[in-house]
């Protein structure tokens, strides 16, 4: 029997035990959510890849601690909150503001509260008579103050929370009432926690509203001049740097970067946007819907591309090289021939420390499956991964990069991720702040893979070397002798 087909039996006996513990509805629903990486049928077709298909973009079940976020938490927190020179106005009542004040270390060049405002927390602060009269006026009268306090911003963002969709305030009148009087972009975001499944339709929303009030608007464009090597990248959000150096190699190779959103971003990069050659998209899950609607309505192509490991980056680079000409081509061979050594460097020193140590995942949106091959370049092997609000064609890609037997989970809760953790032993997780210390309290090195636990970059040939050293640090501090795991303490 081969080691992959040991996993195999192993993990579906693991899914099976977990769900024991349901009610017999709920295990219903659940199983399809949890499920084992199968082979690819090579000798029908030998490009096929792992298959890895579960049920996913379906409601939590009530009762069963879901680790995702909400709408208002993928517009604000997402896709509009890293844009820099506008103002972010969490509109209801306080709490959603501040619990999504700066969670994200989303960088930016500028002076904060001048031209730019990314760590800066506004809210309508909706109280009991706003719920009962509406916000309407209160939302003007902010608006107003905000270009009286704050002169150079260029724009404000609604970000609706759940009451204003209830008592159903019309802020979309107010935005184009307000912008009348003022004549800057003011943009209405129904993005009220309730809606949908997840934070994924917060994307959606996002995307909808850029389309909508943003791209191909008359009066906002800065004068722009294209050139045959303009490109936008799009769902980077600069988390400690990965935008800038992500943005090093593309422009090394000949490209120039004209837009890069929503991390380090400005409006006038997404008004242009639409003036680009292509669009690279890191985050498939939050800009593939505005990536779409550019390629229907101005013919821009766009493609996915994947920047963690040397390994990938050199796939990405000579494939983004192939829609342009020789002199691009030619500007990635010699950026890859650069770097290099540098990843050579960092293997040789790290692979011996982390040769064969397993890594379990559950992480939001890209990372799951885009981190796995940095992951597998320093000799690490991904033993599980999930995502908390993908949809099934985020699951098909996982398939490009898991092997046979990889312990697959969607929305998983937190029982059931204890559960994993407990039996699969694995000598690294990585996920988000809310799993950290459990994990960490069982004994398990753990490693934040939404902040880069206030690292970074992870991206790019300089990122992966501080992407190696941290894990290094997780996995080989000596803290982890000094105390017992709660499996290895006496009755």
Same mark, same amino acid.
């Given at each position: 029997?081969?080691?992959?087909?040991?996993?195999?039996?192993?993990?579906?006996?693991?899914?099976?035990?977990?769900?024991?513990?349901?009610?017999?509805?709920?295990?219903?629903?659940?199983?399809?959510?949890?499920?084992?990486?199968?082979?690819?049928?090579?000798?029908?077709?030998?490009?096929?890849?792992?298959?890895?298909?579960?049920?996913?973009?379906?409601?939590?079940?009530?009762?069963?601690?879901?680790?995702?976020?909400?709408?208002?938490?993928?517009?604000?927190?997402?896709?509009?909150?890293?844009?820099?020179?506008?103002?972010?106005?969490?509109?209801?009542?306080?709490?959603?503001?501040?619990?999504?004040?700066?969670?994200?270390?989303?960088?930016?060049?500028?002076?904060?509260?001048?031209?730019?405002?990314?760590?800066?927390?506004?809210?309508?602060?909706?109280?009991?008579? $706003?719920?009962?009269? /509406? !916000? @309407?006026?209160?939302?003007?009268? %902010? #608006?107003? *103050?905000?270009?009286? =306090?704050?002169?150079?911003?260029?724009?404000?963002?609604?970000?609706?929370?759940?009451?204003?969709?209830?008592?159903?305030?019309?802020?979309?009148?107010?935005?184009?009432?307000?912008?009348?009087?003022?004549?800057?972009?003011?943009?209405?975001?129904?993005?009220?926690?309730?809606?949908?499944?997840?934070?994924?339709?917060?994307?959606?929303?996002?995307?909808?509203?850029?389309?909508?009030?943003?791209?191909?608007?008359?009066?906002?464009?800065?004068?722009?001049?294209?050139?045959?090597?303009?490109?936008?990248?799009?769902? $980077?959000?600069?988390? /400690? !740097? @990965?935008?800038?150096?992500?943005? %090093? #190699?593309? *422009?090394?190779?000949? =490209?120039?970067?004209?837009?890069?959103?929503?991390?380090?971003?400005?409006?006038?990069?997404?008004?242009?946007?639409?003036?680009?050659?292509?669009?690279?998209?890191?985050?498939?899950?939050?800009?593939?819907?505005?990536?779409?609607?550019?390629?229907?309505?101005?013919?821009?192509?766009?493609?996915?591309?994947?920047?963690?490991?040397?390994?990938?980056?050199?796939?990405?680079?000579?494939?983004?090289?192939?829609?342009?000409?020789?002199?691009?081509?030619?500007?990635?061979?010699?950026?890859?021939?650069?770097?290099?050594?540098?990843?050579?460097?960092?293997?040789?020193?790290?692979?011996?420390?982390?040769?064969?140590?397993?890594?379990? =995942?559950?992480?939001?949106?890209?990372?799951?499956?885009?981190?796995?091959?940095?992951?597998?370049?320093?000799?690490?092997?991904?033993?599980?991964?999930?995502?908390?609000?993908?949809?099934?064609?985020?699951?098909?890609?996982?398939?490009?990069?898991?092997?046979?037997?990889?312990?697959?989970?969607?929305?998983?809760?937190?029982?059931?991720?204890?559960?994993?953790?407990?039996?699969?032993?694995?000598?690294?997780?990585?996920?988000?702040?809310?799993?950290?210390?459990?994990?960490?309290?069982?004994?398990?090195?753990?490693?934040?893979?939404?902040?880069?636990?206030?690292?970074?970059?992870?991206?790019?040939?300089?990122?992966?070397?501080?992407?190696?050293?941290?894990?290094?640090?997780?996995?080989?501090?000596?803290?982890?002798?000094?105390?017992?795991?709660?499996?290895?303490?006496?009755?």
């Amino acid at each position: 029997m081969s080691l992959n087909e040991e996993e195999t039996i192993f993990n579906t006996r693991l899914i099976e035990e977990v769900l024991e513990a349901y009610p017999a509805k709920a295990k219903k629903r659940r199983q399809k959510h949890l499920t084992v990486a199968k082979a690819p049928d090579t000798e029908a077709d030998p490009g096929a890849l792992s298959e890895c298909s579960v049920k996913s973009n379906i409601k939590s079940i009530p009762g069963v601690m879901t680790i995702r976020g909400c709408a208002y938490a993928g517009s604000k927190g997402v896709v509009w909150g890293p844009v820099k020179d506008m103002v972010h106005i969490s509109h209801g009542p306080v709490g959603c503001g501040h619990y999504s004040w700066s969670q994200r270390r989303n960088f930016y060049n500028g002076t904060t509260g001048v031209d730019s405002f990314v760590t800066m927390q506004f809210t309508s602060d909706y109280q009991e008579k $706003d719920i009962v009269f /509406g !916000g @309407d006026k209160k939302l003007k009268k %902010i #608006l107003t *103050e905000i270009d009286e =306090l704050f002169p150079l911003n260029h724009g404000t963002t609604i970000q609706s929370e759940c009451p204003v969709g209830l008592i159903g305030d019309d802020i979309e009148s107010v935005a184009r009432e307000q912008k009348k009087i003022s004549g800057k972009t003011i943009v209405p975001v129904r993005c009220e926690g309730f809606r949908g499944v997840s934070q994924s339709l917060g994307h959606h929303i996002a995307c909808d509203v850029i389309r909508d009030w943003v791209l191909d608007q008359d009066g906002n464009q800065v004068p722009f001049e294209p050139s045959p090597y303009d490109v936008n990248i799009l769902g $980077d959000y600069n988390i /400690g !740097g @990965d935008a800038w150096s992500s943005r %090093i #190699l593309l *422009e090394e190779m000949g =490209l120039r970067v004209i837009g890069s959103w929503s991390g380090d971003a400005t409006l006038a990069e997404i008004e242009r946007a639409p003036k680009a050659k292509m669009n690279l998209i890191h985050c498939y899950r939050s800009l593939n819907y505005i990536s779409r609607y550019m390629e229907e309505k101005h013919g821009i192509p766009w493609m996915e591309y994947n920047l963690f490991g040397p390994s990938q980056i050199a796939a990405s680079l000579r494939k983004i090289a192939e829609n342009f000409d020789d002199k691009i081509k030619e500007g990635a061979e010699r950026v890859i021939a650069k770097y290099q050594p540098l990843a050579d460097a960092v293997i040789a020193k790290y692979r011996p420390r982390l040769e064969g140590k397993k890594v379990l =995942l559950y992480v939001g949106g890209l990372r799951s499956r885009h981190v796995v091959n940095a992951y597998t370049d320093l000799g690490m092997e991904i033993v599980a991964t999930g995502y908390e609000f993908a949809h099934n064609d985020d699951y098909q890609r996982t398939g490009h990069y898991v092997k046979e037997g990889t312990l697959i989970y969607d929305d998983a809760s937190t029982y059931e991720l204890e559960k994993f953790i407990e039996a699969i032993r694995p000598d690294l997780v990585g996920s988000g702040i809310k799993e950290k210390y459990a994990v960490q309290k069982a004994g398990i090195p753990f490693r934040q893979m939404h902040s880069w636990d206030y690292s970074g970059p992870y991206h790019g040939y300089d990122g992966f070397a501080i992407f190696a050293r941290d894990m290094d640090l997780a996995i080989n501090s000596p803290v982890w002798g000094m105390f017992k795991a709660p499996w290895k303490t006496a009755a």
